[in-house]
Structure formats: C-alpha cells, structure tokens
C-alpha cells in the first residue's frame, strides 16, 4: 500500500461519455500528478499540481481536464476520449514538488471504446 | 533535454540466475537518475536513485545500479533472481535537482524462470 489510492480500477467508456478519474492521497504531500502509460511506450506526463496550483500542462489535448480542490485530491475529468486514449493512467504523489521520490497509485485501466 | 533509452523490452531469466537491465541516458546537464519497479496490478515504486557522490548505488531488493558517466549508463543488475522480482522496471533521468520532471524509458519486464 503506497497511500495513493485511485479509482475506478478499471474503466470502460463510449467516445461521446464523460467520465472522471479520482485520486487521492494520505501522505500529507504537496505534490499531485496525472501520468499516461501506454504499451511499450515511455510513461507521458500530463499535469502537476503543487499546492493545489497547476504548475505543468504538458500539451495534453482539453479532452482531459485536471482539477485539485485540496492537497489530499486529484481527480482527472474526462469528456469525448479517442480510442488512441486508452491506456493506463497513473497518479503520483511527492512531498514538494521538487522531490525525486514518487509515490503512484495502481492506476485506472481505461478502454475507449 | 532528458531522454532514457531501455534496451530490451523483454528479459527471461532462470530463478538464481545475474538479472541485468540496460539504461542509456542523454542530458545536457550531470544527471539525476532512478529505477522504478512495477509489480503486476501495482503502481511505480522507487527501487534506487543517483544523485552524486558514489557511482554504485543500492537499492531495495538486492538490487544495484552503476552511474557510468563516460558510457552515459545507468544498468541495473542483481546478482541472483528470485522469483518475486517478475515485474516491469522502469529507467528514469531528471535534468537537476531543481527540475521536477521526470523522463521515464519504455520499460523492460522481466520474467523469472523457476
């Protein structure tokens, strides 16, 4: 158990659904993070928050909408996905922002169908 | 900028056998580096890390990486496999110590052999 819990584990949705992603964390960190894993491919990183501050949007189409209410939640809105979308999406977590060690969640597996 | 490049998407090893994962990295800057190991069903976790001082850091697990400056490698290696190491492991590379982002490589899993 990391102290990054995300859910739904598993998502499956229609490419005109919208659906969103939770993440949240016990670890009293600062830092929250959305990452892409797709097959083979280097883990991409979406957005960072730091004390609930977007501070990296990294060119990620607004079909993905990040929001950060408090420190302890992340939460990934999602709204006419392509099925090139499908992949796993990962949250992390750090004590400041700039920290080395990442705590990730399990990850949500998402289908678009 | 910072890349990472795994080689080998794939490792087989038998169970007792040297387990020895190939990161290469480019940076423009010394760089700051790390393995991260995902179990099946699991998200990442911090294995090892560099950062300065002694070029052959330990991690948990058995496990070990040498930071090569001259080769720009960064191979994690142990020296017997058990079978609880089957996993997927994950190169990655930040800029400096006031860069915050991390560069992961495409990631080699590995299968242990009974």
Same mark, same amino acid.
């Given at each position: 158990?990391?102290?990054?819990?995300?859910?739904?584990?598993?998502?499956?949705?229609?490419?005109?659904?919208?659906?969103?992603?939770?993440?949240?964390?016990?670890?009293?960190?600062?830092?929250?993070?959305?990452?892409?894993?797709?097959?083979?491919?280097?883990?991409?990183?979406?957005?960072?928050?730091?004390?609930?501050?977007?501070?990296?949007?990294? @060119?990620? +189409?607004? &079909?993905?909408?990040?929001?950060?209410?408090?420190? #302890?939640?992340?939460? $990934?809105?999602?709204?006419?996905?392509?099925?090139?979308?499908?992949?796993?999406?990962?949250?992390? @977590?750090? +004590?400041? &922002?700039?920290?080395?060690?990442?705590?990730?969640? #399990?990850?949500?597996? $998402?289908?678009?169908? | 900028?910072?890349?990472?490049?795994?080689?080998?998407?794939?490792?087989?090893?038998?169970?007792?056998?040297?387990?020895?994962?190939?990161?290469?990295?480019?940076?423009?800057?010394?760089?700051?580096?790390?393995?991260?190991?995902?179990?099946?069903?699991?998200?990442?976790?911090?294995?090892?890390?560099?950062?300065?001082?002694?070029?052959?850091?330990?991690?948990?697990?058995?496990?070990?990486?040498?930071?090569?400056?001259?080769?720009?490698?960064?191979?994690?290696?142990?020296?017997?496999?058990?079978?609880?190491?089957?996993?997927?492991?994950?190169?990655?590379?930040?800029?400096?110590?006031?860069?915050?982002?991390?560069?992961?490589?495409?990631?080699?899993?590995?299968?242990?052999?009974?």
């Amino acid at each position: 158990e990391t102290g990054v819990t995300q859910t739904p584990r598993h998502l499956v949705m229609g490419m005109t659904n919208k659906k969103s992603l939770k993440c949240e964390q016990h670890l009293g960190h600062n830092a929250m993070y959305w990452y892409k894993q797709s097959a083979k491919k280097p883990l991409e990183l979406m957005f960072v928050y730091s004390l609930e501050e977007r501070v990296e949007n990294n @060119s990620v +189409p607004s &079909r993905f909408s990040p929001e950060c209410p408090n420190s #302890s939640h992340l939460f $990934l809105h999602l709204h006419t996905l392509q099925p090139e979308d499908s992949a796993l999406y990962l949250c992390a @977590s750090s +004590p400041h &922002r700039i920290n080395e060690k990442l705590f990730f969640g #399990s990850g949500t597996q $998402l289908s678009v169908l | 900028a910072q890349s990472v490049t795994q080689l080998g998407s794939h490792v087989s090893v038998s169970e007792g056998a040297l387990v020895l994962l190939r990161c290469n990295y480019s940076s423009s800057v010394p760089p700051y580096l790390f393995w991260y190991v995902q179990y099946p069903n699991q998200g990442l976790q911090l294995l090892l890390k560099y950062t300065t001082g002694a070029t052959l850091v330990k991690g948990i697990n058995g496990f070990e990486a040498e930071f090569k400056k001259s080769e720009t490698s960064f191979h994690l290696t142990k020296p017997s496999a058990h079978m609880s190491d089957a996993a997927e492991y994950f190169c990655a590379v930040r800029a400096s110590v006031d860069d915050y982002k991390l560069s992961f490589g495409a990631g080699t899993t590995v299968t242990v052999r009974a």
